[in-house]
């Protein structure tokens, strides 16, 4: 792949490998030539691509196709254009809003033009990489895990790869993956920055600074305020949860898929007293309330905190291979309630008042329903 530069506008023109120059002088004659391709991040909002072709007889059009990521389907477009046989066509794809992109997606993408006489040209495939290009981007690869960074001491990045390596090795172990495909994590420097490189939730939970990363397993990729080392176990844990889960039927409830990303962070004993002080308030969330994450900020954290609480419990006191089977049976489609029947012996809420029991010997679980759960953040759609 060629990157190279074409002005301070971040333009840039993109060669594949192998493709070859674009240029007429380089090409055999065909009756369909590109003169260029090129295109333009306007972050946050969108990606602008630009092509230039030739023909002996008119072009009449020029389609677009291209694929985020590892996906398999192609999304395509027609640039607009001025049908002749020299034209200047462009496309615009939304990354911002509702058409919300992470950094760190690859876009691979290519051209279909046709003629007036019939002939048709496909172009080889190109290659860009969604990120801000005002910053200078950095990159440091360990196993499956790159990480994009900018302004920051390479070797404070290298030290903190090295500690999130072994938990890492854990998660994988626990979920069966010996080898998976490249995944990205791409670390903003402050709130400010990742607020130009977040999803939009919700005023109060962006005001309330409640989320700190976003993943996104169907691209591979997770952004993220800081360098932080659970941070990155966190949010490579529901990448690595979403790899291993590759059914269609698969349903994994938040409670679980949150509980389990925080289980396997270094210093993840920190928000005991949020559940203790809801237990003693009388406001425990019940866990079928928690099948998704709740929309207010105050919800948001006591569902984090009894998720990992939750989880914690299971995992400690019935070990990973339960989890294990729990896991492969909802993947072969089974409902939560039938998973935890198969995986454990017991039901969904036997598994619940044990883990209260032991939280608070003497207490047990009256159900409630948590009103705040109509709200689903989009961390977990995407997971």
Same mark, same amino acid.
């Given at each position: ?35 260029s ?14 092509? %230039? ?34 034209v ?18 690859d ?34 690869s ?15 990045v290298?030290?903190?790869?090295? %500690? ?13 993956? %010996? ?79 949150e ?67 729990l ?52 961390i977990?759609?995407?997971?």
């Amino acid at each position: 792949m060629v990157l190279v530069s074409i002005a301070a506008g971040f333009i840039v023109a993109v060669a594949a490998s192998g493709a070859g120059d674009l240029s007429p002088a380089a090409q055999p004659w065909e009756p369909i030539r590109v003169l260029s391709s090129v295109h333009r991040i306007d972050f946050p909002n969108e990606v602008v691509f630009f092509l %230039e072709a030739e023909a002996d007889a008119q072009i009449t059009e020029v389609s677009l196709f291209y694929r985020l990521g590892r996906q398999k389907v192609r999304i395509y477009g027609y640039p607009s254009f001025t049908p002749s046989t020299r034209v200047s066509a462009d496309f615009r794809v939304k990354t911002g809003g509702a058409s919300y992109l992470p950094s760190g997606v690859d876009i691979e993408y290519h051209y279909v033009i046709r003629d007036a006489d019939g002939n048709t040209l496909e172009t080889d495939n190109l290659y860009l990489e969604y990120i801000d290009p005002s910053y200078d981007w950095r990159r440091f690869s360990q196993g499956d895990l790159t990480i994009l960074w900018h302004d920051l001491p390479r070797d404070r990045v290298v030290a903190v790869a090295a %500690e999130v390596a072994p938990r890492l090795d854990e998660v994988r172990g626990l979920l069966g993956l %010996e080898s998976v495909g490249s995944m990205k994590a791409v670390i903003f420097n402050s709130r400010r920055e990742g607020g130009r490189g977040f999803p939009l939730i919700s005023d109060a939970a962006n005001s309330g600074h409640i989320y700190g990363g976003f993943a996104f397993g169907y691209l591979d990729v997770f952004v993220l305020v800081g360098l932080d080392r659970d941070g990155i176990v966190h949010e490579m844990t529901h990448l690595l949860l979403d790899e291993a889960l590759d059914s269609p039927l698969a349903s994994v409830p938040a409670w679980l898929n949150e509980g389990l990303a925080m289980y396997f962070e270094v210093g993840s004993r920190t928000r005991e007293e949020t559940v203790a002080q809801a237990v003693r308030a009388d406001r425990l969330l019940s866990v079928r309330s928690m099948g998704n994450v709740p929309g207010s900020p105050q919800d948001v954290r006591l569902f984090y905190a009894q998720a990992q609480s939750l989880v914690r419990y299971i995992m400690d006191v019935h070990g990973p291979e339960p989890m294990a089977a729990l896991l492969g049976a909802l993947n072969r489609g089974l409902r939560i309630d039938e998973a935890v029947s198969e995986a454990y012996g017991m039901s969904l809420e036997e598994l619940e008042g044990e883990w209260l029991a032991d939280f608070v010997p003497g207490v047990t679980l009256a159900p409630l329903v948590d009103p705040g759960t109509f709200g689903t953040s989009l961390i977990i759609a995407a997971a």
